[in-house]
């Protein structure tokens, strides 16, 4: 929340895009790439394994999507719950999107959908007395175990 509540500094750039663009797929954890969109990591995951989708051009609302770039992310947030259910075996998955800040969107200007796997248990007392999230694995072991299923 302190993030997503910040004041955002509009000038500075734009996440997905610097992401996708970088050469260094494994440093800024990037999965995949199709034609019109990508897969990365969440670098502040509610879960091991929780990625986003985002389609390659800027843009930050819906409607603004073209046919084939719409395509793009449908058929990559399948290969990313498919990815998911070989790698980690969840019981579930909570797959989403935010649209506009009041809505919760951390990076309102490009439009990504959240893909969360999900656990019988997964939250517990660490969240409600601790104010804090315990997540058994890094973002590094995460991006290896899911990178070939993706990639």
Known sequence: MEYIE??????????FCDKSSAA???ENFVLARTGGAFAILNAFPYNPGHLMV??????AELEELGPD?????????????RALKDASDPHGFNLGLNLGR???????????????????G???FMTVLGATRVL??????TYAKLKPLLG
Do not use: F, K
Request: proline residues 8%; negative net charge; aromatic residues 4%.
């Open 6 to 15: 910040a004041p955002q500094d509009e000038g500075s750039g734009c996440l």
């Open 24 to 26: 260094d797929d494994e």
């Open 54 to 59: 985002a389609p390659l051009r800027h843009v």
């Open 69 to 81: 770039e719409l395509a793009d992310v449908d058929g990559l947030l399948q290969r990313a719950v």
């Open 102 to 120: 009041v809505a919760g969107a951390g990076i309102p200007g490009h439009v990504h959908w959240h893909v969360v796997p999900r656990w019988n």
């Open 122 to 124: 997964d939250t517990n």
């Open 136 to 141: 058994p694995e890094a973002l590094a072991a």
